[in-house]
């Protein structure tokens, strides 16, 4: 089993900036990738960015060269700094971890809110 607490959300003007944080703690032995995913009202969730354990990342198309993924094995974090902000953007963003036996771990997610 992984846990995962993410922090970071808020309210944030057009063309501001945040940054996400996300704890994983239990068997991260297992982590095999970690990324973000996001859900704006109405819409299916999305994937957001993907960091795996060899440090190669991916990003969906919509945040390339707006938001940067990073981990922290020394405190089992992941990171998802956000930059030029869209009020598009807006939507509760979710941390995610995949196992290296394939499982899908999910935390409770965090909103995040682009308006001015």
């Known amino acids: 089993q992984v846990q995962l607490v993410e922090s970071g959300g808020g309210l944030v003007q057009p063309g501001g900036s945040l940054r996400l944080s996300c704890i994983a703690s239990g068997s991260i032995f297992s982590i095999n990738d970690m990324g973000w995913y996001r859900q704006a009202p109405g819409k299916q969730r999305e994937f957001v960015a993907l960091i795996r354990r060899s440090g190669r990342t991916n990003y969906a198309d919509s945040v390339k060269g707006r938001f940067t993924i990073s981990a922290d094995n020394t405190n089992d974090t992941v990171y998802l700094q956000m930059s030029s902000l869209k009020p598009e953007d807006t939507a509760v963003y979710y941390c995610?971890?995949?196992?290296?036996?394939?499982?899908?771990?999910w935390g409770q997610g965090t909103q995040v809110t682009v308006s001015s």
């Open positions: 995610n971890v995949k196992t290296k036996t394939l499982n899908n771990y």
